[in-house]
């Protein structure tokens, strides 16, 4: 799929949630427009996707000075159109790629990038993964949050993007014949320590949350994956509560050749099963490192989808969607999968 080629960084007015509260309906691909006074309106960065902001223009979890800046992007060298990164995003939104028809089965997944909160990888950690979901009928909605480097909190601004994105998902499921009992987030990562805390913390998020259209959709993701995660809630010797419907989670990361990571992949999984929540599943890989990082044979590690020269760490998507669809995620939408089945009170039926 070809990327968008000739983005343009201009803003133009648009109207996201209407004066009677109801929830914002999508933007179709923007066209560019005179700059005015209205938020930037982020731009597609896989062609063919339906761009949403997160918030309202008034929303207070926005920053009224630099609302209006236009995002700014890292176009590769070699492939002509695409973007590998993006930083300074002041409006946060989510990019819709949904399938339609025979082969959808009503699964989303969000796509949080990595970065270290100083950019958002989404080359590598989201564009590329649009073809790769659409074979097995997964929409996929890639999600640009807000980034440290540009002066926001991870906690408090990143994490709050990501149960939003959710929200928001939810909200149109039955407009983009998605399951809203089929909805997650997946992170890379620095984009972990987003879908980590969603994994957890959504029941706090909802109660902090209870006003505006979406006060009645449900946070909770149905299903988290964490690839190379950054640290979770339960690093250095953290105790949160576990919910008794915390969603099943995918993990993996390099063992000793990316330790850092994998010491924080393991704190998840370990306190997961210690609560003896169902369905958690990790890998981790002896020939591996952290993206980036030089091998042995002196290449690069690379990130997201990609086969890595045919080592086994180069297969993790494809042990992900074995286990997305032995937990019947893959099943015609409408059909209760063996995730919900097995997680007490799971369901977000309704919302």
């Not at 590998?84 to 399938?99: A, D, F, R, Y």
């Not at 080592?311 to 969607?321: N, S």
Request: overall charge negative; aromatic content about 10%; glycine content about 12%.
């Amino acid at each position: 799929m070809k990327a968008l080629v000739g983005i343009l960084a201009i803003s133009f007015s648009c109207g996201v949630f209407g004066a009677g509260g109801e929830i914002p309906e999508p933007l179709g691909v923007p066209h560019p427009g005179p700059t005015n006074d209205a938020p930037y309106a982020p731009q597609p960065i896989v062609q063919g996707g339906i761009v949403i902001p997160l918030y309202p223009a008034d929303s207070p979890q926005l920053n009224p000075d630099r609302v209006r800046e236009a995002e700014q992007y890292n176009l590769s060298k070699s492939v002509p159109g695409r973007i590998n990164s993006i930083v300074n995003i002041h409006n946060p939104s989510i990019e819709v790629h949904k399938v339609d028809g025979g082969i959808n089965t009503g699964a989303a997944v969000i796509l949080a990038a990595g970065g270290g909160h100083n950019t958002l990888n989404v080359g590598s950690e989201s564009a590329d993964f649009v073809p790769y979901f659409f074979q097995y009928g997964v929409s996929t909605i890639i999600l640009r949050n807000r980034l440290r480097r540009d002066g926001y909190n991870v906690q408090s601004n990143a994490v709050h993007d990501a149960f939003q994105a959710i929200r928001l998902v939810r909200a149109h499921a039955k407009e983009w014949n998605i399951d809203p009992n089929k909805i997650g987030i997946m992170g890379f990562s620095a984009g972990a320590e987003l879908a980590a805390p969603a994994a957890i913390f959504f029941e706090e998020f909802e109660k902090e949350n209870n006003s505006g259209p979406l006060k009645d959709v449900s946070a909770r993701p149905d299903f988290v994956a964490m690839i190379y995660p950054g640290p979770s809630p339960f690093a250095k010797g953290a105790t949160p509560e576990i919910p008794a419907n915390t969603p099943p989670a995918f993990i993996t990361c390099g063992g000793s050749g990316d330790r850092g990571h994998a010491i924080w992949a393991d704190e998840y999984f370990r306190a997961m099963l210690d609560a003896r929540v169902p369905n958690v599943e990790m890998h981790i890989y002896g020939n591996a490192r952290h993206p980036g990082e030089v091998m042995p044979d002196g290449s690069h590690m690379a990130a997201g989808l990609s086969y890595r020269n045919g080592i086994p760490f180069g297969t993790w998507q494809d042990r992900f969607m074995d286990w997305f669809r032995d937990l019947g995620f893959l099943q015609k939408p409408g059909v209760e999968t063996r995730a919900a089945k097995e997680n007490s009170g799971a369901t977000n039926k309704g919302k």
